[in-house]
Structures are given as C-alpha cells and as structure tokens.
C-alpha cells in the first residue's frame, strides 16, 4: 500500500486518539503516505502528527450533507490515486467521500449501516464492552475480527486486544504531537506572556456540555491556591469562544487567571500548552492536547469514563470522584446535581498541581 486517505473524526480529543493507527499503518507498509480529509477545527491538530503528510481542512457542517460539496472534494480525490481509505466516524455521510472518489479498499467500523459504502467492514463492539478509543482505531490497520498484536497499557481492564496479544506484544504507541518552541515563543510575545515565569493553564470548556466542567467556582478556588503557593505563576485559561463566558466567571472570582477562551486559534492554543509547566483540564479536546504534548496535567471528570478516553501520558493525573451514579454519560447531570463534579474540591485538584510545579521550579 503506498497512499492511503483517513477520514478524520470531528473532535480534537478523538483525532489525537487515531494517532496509533497512523502509527502502525506506517509500520505495516513502510512507504505509505497518509493523507487526511478532517474538519477545519480539527485539522491542525493533524497537521502536528508527523505521520500524515497532507490535510485537507473542510468546511462541511457537523450534521449536514452537503452532496455537492462532498462530490466536489471527491473529485479532487479521484486524481490522487489513493489505494485505501479509513473511515473513522460512524456516520454513512463520512463515508460518502471515499465512496464517490471511486478508492477501492474502504475501511471503517460498519456504523449506520454502511453496508454499501464500506467493503472492509468491522463490526461495532457492544458498549458495554467497547475498548479504549486509541485501540479501537488501531483495530483498523488488521483485518476484521483479528486478534490484535499489540498491548493497549491504558486499556485498564477493558477489552483492547490485551488478552488475545501475545506476552512479548509490543505496547501500542499514544498520541504524541510535535512542538516548535520558536512558535511557542512568538505565540507568547503575541499575548504578552512572560516565558520565565512559569505557566499554569486552564481548559475549563467542553464541548459535549455541562456535566463534563467542573464548576467555575471551583477553576477560581484553585487559582487562588496557587497564588497563594506560587505567586510567580501566570494562569491563562484557553478554549473556544463558547467557553468564553465560563472562563471570565473564573476570572471575575480570581483576577490572576487571564481568559483567552476565543482569542487564540486551536494551533496557537496548541503552541501555548506545549510550554505550561502544568494545566488543569476537564475532559476535553485540549485535555488531549496537553498530554500529546507531554504536559503535566491533572484532568477532571464527572459524566464521562477515564478508562474509556484517559489522558494517554504518564504524566497525567486523573481525579475522578467515580460515584455510583457515574459514568452517566449524559450531557447534563439527569439527576439535577452534579456531585460528580461538585463535590470534587479544589482541595483534592491542588494535592496533585502542587507536586507537578514543584517539580518545575
């Protein structure tokens, strides 16, 4: 195989997760060239991974068809010459580009019925038994229902090819972004950020809702610890323009944290986390960032699973509270309270964000 096309997913945190898949398509056909078709939010994250040579930024919508426009870029396709396509969301309006460009193998999980579409076809775990997401993705550089030859060390008890692995299987490779500390600094010069002093970033967003941020009040409680502890440190607080209004509720109880939630694009975002000395985040696109980017981080979560999508890096601690009635998964607290994420205090977040700027002094 020499050019294989990937269809990206639309979030930030699960295009960082098919990382590994690049990886060992590299591995498996060493002159293969990858190029990727993803969102234009997501697209400069992949434009950091250094396995995937060509991006090609879409403006299509989340949700939306848009025939015309996803003929015209299979059109642009058709000349490539492309051998495989992998298609990594479920939808049936993912697949449609591969399928119009007329690329022979395409392969993907069979998602919406996608019988006609996809013709290497792997079938969707139950969820209950689902396999972290970086193994999930993995799966698809093998053949359908293959024991897969690697060790997934996140896995965490989950089904990811651990138990079908041989002993001496070799550990699947996690998300790694490249760093360009020339842009990091120019993006620091940009925001009038002191690169001395250490950095201390906050990602209190989340795209998929609330019951995944945990409580502003609580972002402003740890600010004040750190000020208190480290009077030195600069506190930003980074994520999109949505985010915005929860990041200036931090800042109007704690004037040391600087918001510049929509005031950065996603690569700038990305350049400023490469150098923090720590960031508090919840579970988020940037979450992954941080630890692609190997950044000490401690990382929140109340509706969602760390044994499902954790921070892939040794660096990472995840504080969890793990109550009985979460994982929900849902986007707001069914419940009306959100203990999850309430009763996990400021306290707890800054036993773990002491050590790592400590340890950074």
Not at 57 to 70: I, P, S, V, Y
Not at 270 to 287: E, F, P, Y
Request: net charge positive; aromatic share 8%; with cysteine.
């Amino acid at each position: 195989m020499r050019r294989a096309l990937v269809i990206a997913p639309n979030w930030i945190g699960d295009a960082l997760m098919a990382q590994p898949l690049f990886t060992l398509l590299r591995k498996l056909h060493p002159r293969i060239a990858i190029d990727a078709v993803a969102p234009t939010w997501v697209a400069p994250v992949l434009e950091r991974m250094p396995e995937v040579r060509d991006v090609y930024a879409t403006d299509l919508a989340h949700g939306k068809l848009q025939l015309l426009r996803r003929w015209q870029l299979a059109s642009d396709l058709r000349d490539v010459g492309y051998d495989a396509a992998y298609v990594l969301p479920n939808s049936v309006k993912s697949a449609l580009i591969p399928w119009m460009a007329g690329i022979n193998l395409r392969i993907g999980y069979t998602g919406e019925s996608r019988y006609g579409l996809l013709n290497v076809r792997h079938a969707n775990p139950p969820k209950a038994e689902r396999p972290p997401m970086t193994a999930h993705y993995a799966a698809l550089a093998y053949a359908p229902g293959a024991k897969l030859p690697f060790v997934d060390k996140y896995a965490q008890g989950h089904a990811a090819g651990n138990e079908a692995a041989p002993a001496d299987a070799p550990t699947l490779l996690v998300p790694r972004l490249e760093s360009d500390p020339n842009e990091a600094a120019r993006v620091s010069t940009r925001f009038n950020l002191d690169t001395r002093a250490p950095l201390v970033v906050f990602c209190p967003g989340a795209e998929y809702g609330p019951a995944k941020r945990w409580p502003p009040e609580h972002f402003a409680s740890l600010a004040q610890f750190i000020a208190q502890s480290f009077p030195y440190a600069r506190i930003i607080a980074l994520g999109s323009k949505k985010d915005a209004p929860i990041a200036q509720a931090i800042a109007d109880r704690a004037p040391n944290v600087r918001n510049l939630c929509g005031q950065t694009s996603l690569g700038e975002a990305c350049a400023l986390i490469s150098r923090a000395s720590a960031v508090v985040t919840n579970d988020s696109g940037l979450m992954h960032v941080a630890a692609a980017s190997r950044r000490p981080l401690v990382a929140v979560y109340g509706s969602t699973d760390p044994r499902h999508t954790p921070p892939l890096s040794d660096l990472a601690k995840v504080q969890w509270l793990h109550l009985e009635c979460s994982p929900c998964f849902a986007r707001e607290c069914p419940l009306g309270h959100l203990n999850c994420l309430r009763e996990l205090t400021a306290e707890q977040v800054f036993g773990n964000l002491r050590g790592m700027l400590l340890a950074h002094r």
